[in-house]
């Protein structure tokens, strides 16, 4: 038995408020196919969104989680990021099942988009909410008679109390691209903690990390495990650089962090007719 989940307005925009049965909660905009907030059951909010965000058509919702489609970054010729986080999506399908949640997205090529990206496409991204795990994938098919290159992200900003007492373990061992240096180097120690202004993709990510805070009493343990993605984005602005991010608060970046699970280095080649599919799976420990 599954009930439908009908459109509600979040944000002044049309979303789907995902609830499992045991409580646990999702906000997705059709802007975007952007996931706004996540609080699993039992949990506090995940997700880092901006109170200075924009929420407004054409524009990019400033944290959850971004779709980054077809262009990672300023890596070609496309605005940065791409299009696909600042489009309207589809709804595909929204509904609550007795164990969970879910909701599927989708985003079509159409005359905007040829404009500066002439390829045929449909992306669709499945959201699965149940308990304290949250599951994203992000499926995309070549409709064009020819292959075509991407890179793509699931951008996630993760909210954290004070970022000085966050860590983030799983990445020893791993060559990393900092974009802050520009250099490739390697990460030798196995707790990374992220002061700011830090830009890193880590390349070939096969294990799980582990998103860890320390409050005075408890211990936030997130799990984030990827798949179909090779890549995965470290990001924290920083002082400087939040100071001329107009859509975030001069000291917004004490209460985020980006763990992207992401395809940069080496873009994906989609042949005609064939489906990539990358995932990003969280679970609240
Ligand atoms: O400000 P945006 O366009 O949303 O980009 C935000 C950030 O996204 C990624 O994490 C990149 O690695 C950063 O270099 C970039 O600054």
């Known amino acids: 038995m599954s009930t439908p989940i009908a459109i509600s307005r979040q944000h002044g925009m049309d979303a789907i408020v995902l609830e499992s049965p045991d409580g646990a909660r999702a906000t997705i905009l059709l802007h975007g196919g952007h996931i706004v907030s996540w609080v699993p059951a039992g949990g506090a909010e995940q997700f880092y969104l901006s109170p200075q965000s924009a929420f407004a058509s054409g524009q ?10 077809p262009q990672f970054a300023g890596r070609g010729p496309l605005q940065k990021h791409g299009f696909a986080r600042s489009k309207p999506w589809q709804l595909v399908l929204a509904e609550q099942t007795s164990e969970d949640a879910l909701a599927v997205l989708r985003l079509t090529d159409d ?8 390829h045929a496409f449909e992306l669709e991204l499945s959201v699965r909410l149940s308990g304290r795990d949250l599951q994203i994938e992000l499926a995309c098919e070549n409709k064009s008679e020819q292959a075509f290159d991407f890179t793509a992200a699931l ?17 020893s061992g791993l060559h990393y691209w900092d974009s802050v240096e520009n250099v490739e180097k390697m990460q030798r120690v196995d707790l990374l903690l992220p002061g700011g202004d830090l830009d890193r993709i880590y390349t070939q990510v096969k294990e799980p990390l582990l998103l860890r805070e320390q409050g005075i009493s408890t211990e936030r343990r997130l799990q984030i495990r990827q798949q179909g993605f090779d890549d995965a984005v470290v990001w924290n602005p920083g002082a400087t650089k939040c100071v001329q991010l107009a859509d975030m608060p001069a000291d ?12 940069v280095a080496h873009p994906i080649r989609l042949e005609a007719g064939d489906v990539w599919v990358g995932r990003q799976d969280l679970t609240l420990l």
Request: proline letters at 4%.
């Open 155 to 171: 951008h996630s900003y993760f909210r954290v109390n004070d970022l000085d007492e966050a860590s983030v373990q799983g990445l």
């Open 111 to 118: 005359a905007a988009t040829r404009m500066f990206w002439p």
């Open 60 to 69: 990019a919702v400033r944290g959850g989680v971004p779709v980054i489609f």
């Open 252 to 263: 917004g970046y004490k209460q985020m962090l980006c763990i992207e699970a992401a395809t």
